[in-house]
């Protein structure tokens, strides 16, 4: 049984270009959420998502960033236009339909030069 | 999302000793507090979670005190080993655990052999 599976594991972008993330979930999962680690940081939450659903995406800047989770296929979050500032590590987590006990991948590092 | 406020940032202990580390929350809402421990280049890993009805929860060498009233909880490793240096985050969340998680800063725990 395959963990939380991330890719790419490291992107550089240069500054005004697209990023994407893929998350695909533990088999079985479908739930996943999206998080942000800055260096030296917590995580910190941007969505949560069910199967063709946005539930909770307070934490989501409000422009550049969207997030998917299609009925076939990964979980996606696209950062438009990327900035430096955008420089982090991001974790997709998963969980089964019960709520608790996440399952966290081992992240994508994007790196904007 | 409210803060959860994580103490140390960082701790030095003894192979064989007890490394204690502290949490306090603000949002009464909260429900479900987890620890993960987190590798370099790795994603966060479950280590152990406990729910508001009872005051402690024990896994091995792990071990989560939880004080309601004070809104704090805290992890001890028993015994604490080489092995155990890594980075662990707090965290909390409402809905039972499916919400979001308010990650802790972080505490490095370094345990010297």
């Known amino acids: 049984n395959a963990g939380v599976m991330q890719n790419p594991r490291h992107l550089v972008r240069r500054r005004g270009q697209e990023a994407r993330l893929r998350c695909s979930p533990m088999?079985?999962?479908?739930?996943v959420y999206w998080y942000r680690q800055l260096p030296e940081e917590g995580l910190k939450f941007m969505v949560y998502l069910q199967k063709e659903n946005i539930i909770d995406e307070s934490g989501m800047p409000k422009e550049r960033f969207s997030a998917e989770f299609p009925k076939e296929g990964p979980s996606i979050l696209r950062i438009q236009q990327v900035v430096r500032g955008d420089s982090a590590a991001y974790f997709c987590?998963?969980?089964?339909?019960?709520?608790?006990?996440?399952?966290f991948g081992s992240g994508t590092r994007l790196t904007v030069v | 999302q409210q803060q959860v406020k994580q103490s140390p940032q960082s701790l030095i202990v003894q192979k064989g000793g007890i490394s204690i580390i502290n949490c306090a929350y603000e949002?009464?809402?909260?429900?479900?507090f987890p620890w993960y421990q987190q590798f370099p280049g790795k994603g966060p890993a479950l280590l152990i979670a406990i729910r508001p009805d009872v005051s402690e929860k024990k896994e091995g060498r792990f071990t989560i005190s939880f004080n309601k009233s004070a809104k704090q909880f805290s992890l001890h490793i028993m015994d604490s080993q080489p092995g155990d240096s890594a980075t662990y985050f707090c965290?909390?969340?409402?809905?039972?655990?499916?919400?979001?998680?308010?990650f802790g800063k972080g505490t490095h725990l370094i345990i010297q052999p």
């Open positions: 987590a998963s969980s089964p339909k019960e709520a608790g006990g996440y399952t």
């Open positions: 088999k079985g999962h479908s739930h």
């Open positions: 949002n009464t809402a909260f429900d479900y």
């Open positions: 965290a909390a969340s409402s809905g039972g655990g499916a919400d979001g998680l308010t």
